[in-house]
């Protein structure tokens, strides 16, 4: 079982930056692929980015590639968003999430446990 807390959220302008974090506990967090996704008011959590077990490879929604990076550090059980030149239309609340298998999953449905999400709010 993995137990996930976000941190890093919070008001930023529009082309701003911030990194997120996604502290772990647990003993499984350097056994699992893990995944970020967004959340806006109204709408259907989506796909942001996914990293692998060891980190060494990654995935992005098309939105986002180019402007947000995803890392982890398995020694520290901690994964982290970079956000970069962010938009007002990704004001949400970012999750982070364990997923159940190693192979690349962009669907919610692929990942079983999920922090409580870290608010980040775009200011144009």
């Known amino acids: 079982q993995v137990q996930l807390v976000e941190s890093g959220g919070g008001l930023v302008q529009a082309g701003g930056s911030l990194r997120l974090s996604c502290a772990a506990s647990?003993?499984?967090?350097?056994?699992?692929?893990m995944g970020w996704f967004l959340q806006a008011p109204g709408k259907e959590r989506e796909f942001v980015a996914w990293?692998?077990?060891?980190?060494?490879?990654?995935y992005y929604a098309d939105s986002v590639k180019g402007r947000f990076t995803i890392s982890r550090d398995n020694g520290k059980n901690t994964m982290y968003l970079q956000v970069n030149s962010v938009k007002p239309e990704e004001s949400a609340v970012y999750y982070c999430a364990s997923a159940g298998e190693t192979i690349r999953t962009m669907s919610r449905i692929g990942y079983n446990y999920w922090g409580e999400g870290t608010q980040v709010t775009v200011s144009s």
């Open positions: 647990g003993r499984t967090f350097s056994s699992c692929a």
């Open positions: 990293i692998s077990v060891s980190g060494g490879i990654t």
